[in-house]
């Protein structure tokens, strides 16, 4: 998740020359040049927002807060897990990076979709229909974290127990369950000291231009941060954006 050589791709026109005046008069084209401009990773703010919002939803499933705090969870998770979320998954996909990109809009998504399901019902409300949603959200992102666990061990370990977490949430909800609420809640322990760890180990690596902290980089993911130049951008002519079909 997040690496040092980020950049989006932009395509700059720029006449084509030629040493011959009458061809250069015939030749008046264009060729594409992809360019690219650094950016700061998104990685740092997605993992301590979605630390963040496992705080507040743990709180409340290991009753630490009671169920009448339920309106302004779901406001703080719509005013500030939510949109953090989706804006550093935004990031993520200018930076080339579709994997972070991909789990950061679906988990900021997820927050909103709770928060508003929350929201409408009375505290302490199950919904059926929530349930079967965060089963289907679970499977998903163990689909979607498989293409990190060779690359990026930290990035799959977080939603391998966000994707366990969500399941017995939707159980939860589906048949009532404190057991399962309890032990729900029990595994956002874990996931919040992940987030912290990888967040501050990110911030630390980006604002250092070095690791400073150990997030098991692996593969292509170190490369992406110990390579050279040629290494990050030897396949870019085939990446989105600049071949004609996704």
Do not use: K, N
Not at 71 to 90: Q, R, W
Not at 178 to 197: F, K, M, N, R
């Amino acid at each position: 998740m997040g690496a040092s050589a980020v950049g989006c791709v932009v395509m700059r026109s720029l006449p084509v020359r030629s040493p011959d005046p009458a061809a250069a008069t015939r030749e008046r084209g264009e060729r594409s040049v992809p360019l690219l401009r650094p950016i700061a990773s998104s990685a740092p703010l997605a993992f301590f927002a979605f630390g963040v919002g496992t705080v507040l939803y743990t709180a409340l499933q290991l009753q630490w807060v009671p169920q009448a705090q339920a309106g302004p969870l779901t406001v703080i998770l719509l005013a500030f897990v939510a949109p953090l979320e989706i804006i550093t998954g935004l990031i993520a996909f200018a930076a080339r990076d579709g994997g972070l990109g991909t789990i950061m809009l679906m988990l900021g998504a997820v927050w909103a979709s709770i928060a508003i399901t929350m929201r409408s019902s009375p505290p302490g409300a199950r919904s059926a229909m929530l349930g079967v949603f965060l089963l289907t959200v679970a499977a998903m992102l163990l689909a979607m974290s498989s293409a990190s666990v060779r690359t990026r061990p930290l990035l799959f370990l977080l939603a391998l127990l966000a994707a366990t977490r969500f399941t017995l949430s939707g159980i939860y909800e589906i048949d009532g369950s404190t057991a399962v609420e309890h032990a729900s809640g029990w595994i956002g322990v874990p996931i919040v000291a992940i987030a912290l760890y990888a967040g501050t180990a990110f911030l630390l690596e980006d604002t250092m231009r070095r690791t400073i902290l150990p997030v098991a980089r692996r593969r292509t993911a170190r490369t992406a941060l110990e390579g050279d130049l040629s290494q990050q951008v030897q396949r870019v002519t085939q990446e989105a954006g600049v071949r004609q079909q996704l």
